[in-house]
């Protein structure tokens, strides 16, 4: 029994900011890592960013100094900052937790970054 409830996504023009948030309930014990995925139409799911409980990340390649992910632990909530968006960042995100070596997904939220 574990939600994870979507924030942020949205329409932004290219070079802006958009911030997302996710934030988890239900039967949480021991969070081992959150994160970010994100998928195109025709695309396969790929990773964006995450977070370990001991802070550590790791991020995607073509996101790397324009996006940041955080977390408030004591929230059980995950952030994405998302800055200098390019159209090619067009997908729907999906926030990610895995617990007890067990995965969780969101519904996913649209991020569009027109040109």
């Known amino acids: 029994q574990v939600q994870l409830v979507e924030s942020g996504g949205g329409l932004v023009q290219a070079g802006g900011s958009l911030r997302l948030s996710c934030a988890a309930s239900?039967?949480?014990?021991?969070?081992?890592?959150m994160g970010w995925y994100r998928q195109a139409p025709g695309k396969q799911r790929e990773l964006v960013a995450d977070?370990?409980?001991?802070?550590?990340?790791n991020y995607a390649d073509s996101v790397k100094g324009r996006f940041t992910i955080s977390r408030d632990s004591a929230k059980n909530t995950v952030y994405l900052e998302m800055n200098s968006l390019k159209p090619e960042d067009t997908a729907v995100y999906y926030c990610?937790?895995?617990?007890?070596?067990?995965?969780?997904w969101g519904q996913g939220t649209q991020v569009t970054v027109s040109s």
């Open positions: 977070i370990t409980s001991g802070g550590n990340t």
């Open positions: 239900g039967s949480i014990f021991i969070i081992n890592v």
């Open positions: 990610n937790l895995v617990m007890l070596s067990r995965g969780y």
